[in-house]
């Protein structure tokens, strides 16, 4: 069984649309993450969440809204869609709680292309 | 600022070894980690260092130097399937992960 996975793997679409991205763990584990990969390959935390509460909430534009229906899921709802935001989107958890250094592991990712 | 560099792209031969560089300046340090992404696919975990000095598994080794801002991952006996991008992270004093841009590592026959 899949550990992270997320669907869709390809998501192209308009601009302007909305769209989203779905996230489900079966570790067990306590902490969510959202990732932005660009084109230049960094790796940018957007959102985390543990138990279902939002931990972290980066500078990312208002359009983005992550939901957590339950700690095993994580989706991602993004509103009018622009160029820019044209990335691999990568879907991540660990086991405990922020404050306590455990390795994240991730999604096999969401190529999201914006036309 | 935070900032995690490593070197952009390395070529080495299959059956070498090679050590991939990673320096860092972030606020607050609880652990560097290594991770392995393969083009199209998820990085997935490689090594974990918090203390000086170095942690062997297997074919590939982690260093950490926390007095330089400095750790390398080192790869021995390099196989073609090794040719990936190896991505640094440091994780800062609020828990959360700093990400280098990644080594794109080539493996040559």
């Known amino acids: 069984d899949t550990a992270v996975s997320q669907t869709p793997k390809y998501l192209v679409t308009q601009m302007g649309n909305d769209k989203s991205i779905k996230c489900e763990q079966n570790?067990?584990?306590?902490?969510m993450y959202w990732y932005k990969q660009d084109s230049k390959k960094f790796l940018k935390i957007m959102f985390s969440?543990?138990?279902?509460?939002?931990?972290i909430n980066e500078t990312v534009p208002n359009r983005f809204s992550p939901k957590s229906p339950d700690k095993a899921h994580l989706n991602l709802h993004i509103n009018s869609l622009e160029l820019g935001d044209s990335a691999v989107y990568f879907c991540?958890?660990?086991?405990?709680?922020?404050?306590?250094?455990?390795?994240?592991?991730f999604g096999p990712g969401t190529r999201l292309l914006v036309l | 600022g935070q900032n995690i560099d490593q070197p952009t792209e390395m070529t080495a031969t299959e059956g070498a070894i090679v050590q991939i560089n990673c320096t860092y300046q972030?606020?607050?340090?609880?652990?560097l980690f290594w991770y392995q992404q393969h083009a199209g696919e998820a990085p997935t975990f490689l090594s974990y260092n918090v203390l000086d000095g170095l942690e062997e598994k297997g074919r590939f080794s982690s260093f950490l130097s926390r007095s330089k801002g400095y750790s390398y991952l080192l790869l021995k006996e390099l196989q073609m399937k090794d040719s990936a991008s190896y991505l640094c992270a440091v994780m800062d004093s609020n828990y959360q992960l700093i990400w280098g841009a990644g080594t794109k590592l080539i493996i040559k026959p």
């Open positions: 969440y543990n138990n279902k509460e939002l931990i």
């Open positions: 972030t606020s607050g340090f609880n652990g």
């Open positions: 991540a958890s660990s086991p405990r709680v922020a404050g306590v250094v455990e390795t994240q592991y």
């Open positions: 570790l067990g584990h306590d902490t």
